[in-house]
Structure formats: C-alpha cells, structure tokens
C-alpha cells in the first residue's frame, strides 16, 4: 500500500525518499540524522522532514553529549538547558551564576567551568532515569578544551542511537 500526502504548498501528491539530512532545529552544528523520511513535491519542490519519536531523539544528543570527555561546547550548553526546560535565568538560579554568565558561556564569550559543566551534564541525566550512565566519568569530564559535538544518529526498533560520532 503506498501512502501519499498532499502538499501543503500546492496540493499535488509528496513523494517520499529515505535521507540523510542535518539537524538544524537541535542548534548543535554537527548532528545529521540517517535515514530520515523526506517528503518533496514534485509540482512545486516543497519539502518536509519527518522526524520519529523527537522525544527520544532528543534523549539521545542529551547521552551523548554528556558521555563526550571534552567540556561542553556552548552550542550544547544551550542545548541541555532548553532540554531542561530551563529559561536563561531560571538556569543561572539552579546553577548559582548570573544570567549574564549563562549567556556567555551560550555565545562562547566565556567558557563554562568544570564545575558548572560536570552539574549540567548531571541535571541533563537525571531529568530522567538512565541506567547505563556511568557516574564515575563525572570526575574526568570537562578537562579538555571544548569541542563541539559532531554525530549522526539513526532509528531503528530500539529508538534513536547514535550512527557514528
């Protein structure tokens, strides 16, 4: 059975093709998805992304952004406080800083310490349980320079898991 979508655009009936695209919406530069339902008008050329189960995709950067061993890229910073849910200043509260410290270290004015950056990466995880989070790697994060995250993650059965980093 082959399903069909009308474009939004124009009307015509989408095709769907499998694609490998990257993932602006996240705000981390280096992250692509593989794979990905890509639904393009053929009248017109609009073009729609299907993303599956965001949620949990979302769940995946967060893993693998906090098991990285350089400290936090602010592209990630921010990241892991808009997955918290957190305003700028409600994260500086959490955090002890002020709001102004929590937006230089987002633009990269400032580098966050390794303090601040071993406990977002402990909010960001324990937000939710996760078992296979190894704890003890806290101590030896956030002791190189950063380095902004460079992934590609996949779905299968099993939900979002990283491709390649």
Same mark, same amino acid.
């Given at each position: 059975?082959?399903?069909?979508?009308?474009?939004?655009? *124009? %009307?015509?009936?989408? #095709?769907?093709?499998?694609?490998?695209?990257?993932?602006?919406?996240?705000?981390?530069?280096? /992250?692509?998805?593989?794979?990905?339902?890509?639904?393009?008008?053929?009248? *017109?050329?609009?073009?729609? /992304?299907?993303?599956?189960?965001?949620?949990?995709?979302?769940?995946? $950067?967060? $893993?693998?952004?906090?098991?990285?061993?350089?400290?936090?890229?602010?592209?990630?910073?921010?990241?892991?406080?808009?997955?918290?849910?957190?305003?700028?200043?409600?994260?500086? #509260?959490?955090?002890?800083?002020?709001?102004?410290?929590?937006?230089? @270290?987002?633009? %990269?004015?400032?580098?966050?310490?390794?303090?601040?950056?071993?406990?977002?990466?402990?909010?960001?995880?324990?937000?939710?349980?996760?078992?296979?989070?190894?704890?003890?790697?806290?101590?030896?994060?956030?002791?190189?320079?950063?380095?902004?995250?460079?992934?590609?993650?996949?779905?299968?059965?099993? %939900? @979002?898991? $990283?491709?390649?980093?």
């Amino acid at each position: 059975m082959t399903r069909s979508t009308p474009c939004t655009a *124009c %009307g015509t009936s989408m #095709k769907a093709t499998r694609q490998t695209v990257r993932y602006d919406a996240s705000g981390l530069p280096g /992250v692509t998805l593989v794979n990905i339902e890509v639904w393009t008008c053929p009248a *017109c050329g609009d073009e729609e /992304v299907r993303i599956p189960h965001i949620e949990g995709l979302h769940r995946a $950067l967060v $893993l693998t952004i906090v098991q990285k061993k350089e400290r936090l890229a602010p592209p990630e910073i921010r990241f892991l406080r808009k997955y918290l849910g957190l305003s700028g200043a409600d994260f500086a #509260k959490h955090i002890g800083v002020s709001a102004e410290t929590v937006s230089r @270290w987002e633009l %990269g004015r400032t580098a966050m310490g390794a303090t601040a950056d071993r406990f977002l990466r402990l909010l960001a995880v324990t937000r939710e349980p996760v078992s296979h989070y190894p704890l003890e790697q806290l101590k030896d994060v956030a002791r190189r320079a950063p380095r902004a995250l460079k992934a590609a993650f996949r779905i299968g059965e099993g %939900g @979002w898991q $990283l491709a390649t980093a």
